[in-house]
T-cell receptor
Framework: SAVISQKPSRDICQRGTSLTIQCQVD?????MFWYRQQPGQSLTLIAT?????????ESGFVIDKFPISRPNLTFSTLTVSNMSPEDSSIYLC???????????FGPGTRLTVT | KQEVTQIPAALSVPEGENLVLNCSFT??????LQWFRQDPGKGLTSLLL?????REQTSGRLNASLDKSSGRSTLYIAASQPGDSATYLC????????????FGEGTQLTVNP
């Protein structure tokens, strides 16, 4: 299994500002994933982040709005830029275990935009 | 495009009951299926992982089955307890699209003392 931590756990931000969310894993992993969970809804994949290459974004998500860094095999950041109230969600990072391909999730970052 | 549906959306049962949560998916070409638990405002806890070649997995009071050809999975919870109250999500990994998961909408379970 993998132990994942995220910072911050929650934040309240003003419209038009940006927030960077950090994700730290206790082991080296090839792929890290960023998901969004809007209120009352299920999870939607934002992008997949591989170390040493540009992140791959899902349809409906763009790099200018959600820039991602992946400087090494245990760490990634997701920035939510120029925020609006519609960005209020829980943001979760995830990694895949080797062998079984089981996915593990961090505790999430609860973002509220006012 | 893979779609995952979970029924029922919400379920309320008295403590001690056995219950079944259902998950269906439209594309049977999956690599594996995973059941998660999510407590309010929290992250996801992996409960069970079933590979596409398997028919069921068990962990304690939980048993998950998979019928890949019909696109269905069930999560059976035996002797439910108030601590089981949470949202249960199923997610499938498609064979040909790398490691992304497609999630269902979840079943919100309440177990009453």
């Amino acid at each position: 299994s993998a132990v994942i931590s995220q910072k911050p756990s929650r934040d309240i931000c003003q419209r038009g500002t940006s927030l960077t969310i950090q994700c730290q894993v206790d082991s080296q992993v090839t792929m890290m994933f960023w998901y969004r969970q809007q209120p009352g809804q299920s999870l939607t994949l934002i992008a997949t982040a591989n170390q040493g290459s540009e992140a791959t974004y899902e349809s409906g998500f763009v790099i200018d709005k959600f820039p991602i860094s992946r400087p090494n095999l245990t760490f990634s950041t997701l920035t939510v830029s120029n925020m609006s109230p519609e960005d209020s969600s829980i943001y979760l990072c995830s990694v895949e275990g080797t062998g079984s391909h089981e996915q593990y999730f961090g505790p999430g970052t609860r973002l509220t935009v006012t | 495009k893979q779609e995952v549906t979970q029924i029922p959306a919400a379920l309320s049962v008295p403590e001690g009951e056995n219950l079944v949560l259902n998950c269906s998916f439209t594309d049977s070409a999956i690599y594996n299926l995973q059941w998660f638990r999510q407590d309010p405002g929290k992250g996801l806890t992996s409960l069970l992982l079933i590979q596409s070649s398997q028919r069921e997995q068990t962990s304690g009071r939980l048993n998950a089955s998979l019928d890949k050809s019909s696109g269905r999975s069930t999560l059976y919870i035996a002797a439910s307890q108030p601590g089981d109250s949470a949202t249960y999500l199923c997610a499938v990994k498609k064979e040909t699209s790398g490691s992304r998961l497609t999630f269902g909408e979840g079943t919100q379970l309440t177990v009453n003392p």
